[in-house]
């Protein structure tokens, strides 16, 4: 295996990643996975040694990481200030070659690439705001695959015309989408009205507005269908009394207008969401009406994803948030829910702590028995239905689209992109030529 610019990768590599990724100056939220290795030792350039004190469920996914080029970075102190961050040079199937910001990024095959050179020569991943414009390339051939939205894979794409060039796919999401509270914030932090807010959401209106149905409903952080989602855990359906009676109960009384008001301070809030995503500023709106029937009212504000990553959530400046989370085939989720990992750039961004939850990840991740591991995350997915610091809203389906040129395509419980580097065009089909 070479690096792309025909170093050798070695276990040199290995331990310099293994070493930055235990570096507390590293700005990552991945540190943990490898503070739990007791040894690491590299005999020789093609052999890396790991020891744990313990037995750790997640560590294949964590050596599956990417390795950083000690050769390119070793001077850099501060790896993120490094023009690899602009310019990044890997081991994988294509090659960096071209970003143009705001445009494209462009990647050309790997002739070295240690399981062969892949069969598409080149690639281009184009910028494009929105998805009306990336549809209307699709059907122009600006584009050969994108991920429809809803209303276009229902009502834009049943034509012959579209169906003779085009395959569409169908399959659940490894994602859902979730309004989570800033836990410190003091309208959020009685769990009756974090449950109220579940009740008065109406999750039925956002699968068939926001997902025209092609969605199911959220009740935790792990995919259906999945051996650690647990299907039984509380539910919330929408009921507007019950969210109100819960939101009287904490003290919550309607005033002249009908909104809530406690303490002299009416509920009022902002919910943030990124810039660009259709289906959660939707999602923002169906939620902004379901609670103002229980008498909250929800400002909503859409921010520039890196403004809204880097101002707002990393720095915990929000009152509520419209995200979502793509979810791993292992379900160790320690970096999201543990009370640890609270800090600045850290992904416990709500500020979720409860001592058995912490206890359970533990657990969950200190075993390869799957019952326990099993028995872990049910547990963890009961008390976060109870507790609620997010509210989980839904699990979408996956809507991609191929032009037919591309052959090699196999659908997989992992989607269709795993095997990107098997796709191949017939010769009779090819648009483009890249002159070797």
């Known amino acids: 295996v070479k690096w792309h610019d025909g170093a050798p990768f070695t276990s040199d590599d290995v331990m310099f990643t293994y070493r930055r990724m235990i570096d507390p100056r590293t700005p990552t939220a991945y540190g943990e996975d490898f503070r739990q290795v007791r040894r690491a030792d590299a005999p020789d350039p093609h052999t890396f040694v790991v020891e744990y004190g313990r037995p750790f469920a997640p560590a294949l996914a964590s050596w599956g990481m990417h390795v950083l080029p000690k050769h390119l970075l070793s001077q850099h102190p501060d790896i993120s200030k490094s023009p690899l961050n602009k310019k990044p040079v890997g081991t994988g199937p294509y090659r960096f070659v071209e970003w143009k910001t705001g445009e494209r990024v462009v990647f050309d095959a790997n002739p070295g690439y240690f399981e062969g050179k892949p069969y598409i020569a080149r690639v281009f991943t184009r910028v494009i705001p929105d998805q009306a414009t990336m549809f209307l390339e699709l059907k122009s051939g600006g584009v050969d695959i994108m991920n429809l939205t809803p209303p276009q894979y229902t009502r834009q794409t049943e034509t012959a015309e579209f169906r003779k060039s085009f395959s569409k796919y169908k399959y659940t999401a ?8 800033r836990l410190s914030h003091p309208f959020f932090r009685d769990v009756r009205v974090r449950q109220a807010i ?3 959401a109406d999750k039925k209106a956002l699968i068939d507005g926001v997902l025209l149905g092609l969605g199911q409903e959220a009740t935790g952080p792990y995919k259906p269908g999945t051996w650690a989602h647990n299907p039984n855990v509380k539910r919330y359906p929408h009921d507007p009394g019950k969210a109100k009676a819960l939101l009287a109960e904490a003290g919550w009384q309607p005033g002249k207008d009908g909104t809530l008001a406690k303490d002299g301070l009416r509920f009022e809030f902002t919910v943030l969401t990124n810039a660009g995503n259709e289906a959660r500023a939707k999602t923002a709106a169906i939620l902004q009406q379901n609670l103002a029937e229980a008498g ?4 909503i504000r859409t921010v520039e994803w890196a403004a809204f990553i880097n101002e707002f959530i990393d720095k915990r400046k929000f009152d509520a948030v419209i995200l979502g989370w793509n979810t791993t085939p292992d379900p160790d989720q320690y970096d999201i829910w543990h009370s640890s990992k609270t800090g600045p750039k850290e992904l416990n961004h709500v500020g979720y702590a409860n001592e058995e939850v912490d206890r359970l990840l533990d ?3 200190s075993t390869f028995d799957l019952e326990k591991r099993k028995r872990a995350y ?7 239905a109870e507790e609620q610091p997010y509210v989980f809203l839904y699990v ?3 809507l991609p689209v191929v032009h037919n040129r591309f052959h090699g395509i196999e659908p997989a419980p992992a989607g269709i992109s795993y095997n990107f580097v098997k796709w191949y065009v017939p010769a009779a089909l090819q648009k483009h030529k890249i002159q070797p």
């Open 174 to 181: 490894s994602a859902y989408t979730y309004l989570g509270f």
């Open 198 to 200: 579940a009740h008065a």
């Open 296 to 299: 909250i009212k929800m400002e």
């Open 363 to 365: 657990e969950g991740r």
């Open 378 to 384: 049910f547990r963890i997915q009961e008390i976060l």
């Open 396 to 398: 979408p389906e996956a």
